[in-house]
């Protein structure tokens, strides 16, 4: 397998905004997801020597984000001192520009993902990011029927939150 272009500059520009979204989908604060979004890319960074081309750049760098965001998520979880933010809080990012409906269906669909247990999670955000049940699994180590199943319960709990028909 040929080494593609592995710059961070080209990575944030081909995989920035998928990093974006598993960011957001473990982290609700927007100072926190600018931090964990900053860790990410420094992991990467630091791990570009690495890169041997043995599967797709993509893979590499969302195997990356997702380790990332697991531990920040799993450190959260035992910060007993962090102060909890309402999910309801506006988004500065958002500007006028956005259909609010639009907004708040998506604020409301990462509000119900962040929910997810942390392996759900994973899979859900990986199954966004257009990855096969194939790439999953070898992502996270479990059969490609795993994935399937996981992903069907976490896609029924979603409909279901949003209130919408399976």
């Known amino acids: 397998m040929s080494r593609p272009d592995a710059s961070?500059?080209?990575i944030v520009s081909a995989h920035g905004a998928a990093?974006?979204?598993i960011?957001?989908?473990?982290?609700a604060n927007a100072a926190r997801r600018d931090e964990l979004g900053q860790e990410i890319l420094l992991a990467i960074?630091?791990?570009?020597?690495?890169?041997?081309?043995?599967?797709s750049l993509k893979t590499f760098v969302l195997r990356i984000a997702h380790n990332r965001a697991v531990d920040h998520a799993l450190q959260a979880s035992r910060d007993l001192a962090r102060?909890?933010?309402?999910e309801d809080l506006p988004d500065p990012l958002h500007g006028p520009e956005h259909s609010?409906?639009?907004?708040?269906?998506?604020?409301?669909l990462a509000a119900i993902v962040r929910r997810l247990p942390l392996a759900q999670r994973q899979l859900v955000t990986l199954a966004l990011e257009g990855l096969s049940h194939e790439?999953?699994?070898?992502?996270?180590?479990?059969?490609?029927g795993n994935v399937a199943v996981r992903l069907n319960r976490a896609r029924k709990y979603i409909t279901q939150q949003m209130?919408?028909?399976?």
């Not at 102060?83 to 309402?86: A, D, F, I, T």
């Not at 609010?100 to 409301?108: D, F, I, N, P, V």
Request: no cysteine.
């Open 83 to 86: 102060e909890e933010v309402p």
């Open 23 to 27: 960011v957001a989908a473990f982290e």
């Open 45 to 55: 960074w630091q791990s570009l020597a690495r890169f041997r081309g043995e599967s």
């Open 19 to 21: 990093i974006a979204r």
């Open 100 to 108: 609010a409906g639009l907004q708040q269906r998506g604020e409301r």
């Open 163 to 166: 209130g919408e028909t399976a």
């Open 8 to 10: 961070l500059d080209a």
């Open 135 to 144: 790439e999953i699994g070898s992502l996270l180590g479990i059969s490609v």
